[in-house]
């Protein structure tokens, strides 16, 4: 089970980013996939989640109605759309996976301990 982030960078705020997660080893399509931010400073939060085989994700509240994330099965991979983005969404991102685990919920988004596999951060900078 292999998960490799990619995407960050530097942006202005307001601006967008489109964070990528291609799993390798496993069918992602069936279980839960994760995206965590880790701030200078900070512990790692969850930030969404997404259920495998049924289209369920949750949202850190300080995310909602900006930040989407969504699967692509074919590609095997898993995004997170970042738009309206704020100086505070600064931090290294990292995308997990539940497996064997299919459920994601908010309480599992919380859980940051629970998830065992991780992909190497990928660093998204919201400045002017």
């Known amino acids: 089970v292999q998960l490799q982030a990619s995407g960050g960078g530097l942006v202005q705020p307001g601006g967008s980013l489109r964070l990528s997660c291609a799993a390798r080893?496993?069918?992602?399509?069936?279980?839960?996939v994760g995206w965590f931010r880790q701030a200078p400073g900070k512990e790692r939060e969850g930030v969404s989640c997404?259920?495998?085989?049924?289209?369920?994700?949750s949202y850190a509240d300080s995310v909602k109605g900006r930040f989407t994330i969504s699967r692509d099965n074919a590609k095997n991979t898993v995004y997170l759309q970042m738009n309206s983005l704020k100086p505070e969404d600064t931090a290294v991102y990292y995308c997990?996976?539940?497996?064997?685990?299919?459920?994601?919920?908010?309480?599992?988004?919380?859980?940051?301990?629970?998830?065992?596999?991780w992909g190497q951060g990928t660093l998204v900078t919201v400045s002017s």
């Open positions: 997404i259920s495998g085989s049924d289209p369920s994700t």
């Open positions: 080893g496993f069918n992602s399509r069936y279980f839960a």
């Open positions: 997990a996976t539940d497996y064997p685990e299919g459920l994601c919920t908010p309480g599992v988004l919380k859980s940051v301990n629970r998830w065992d596999y």
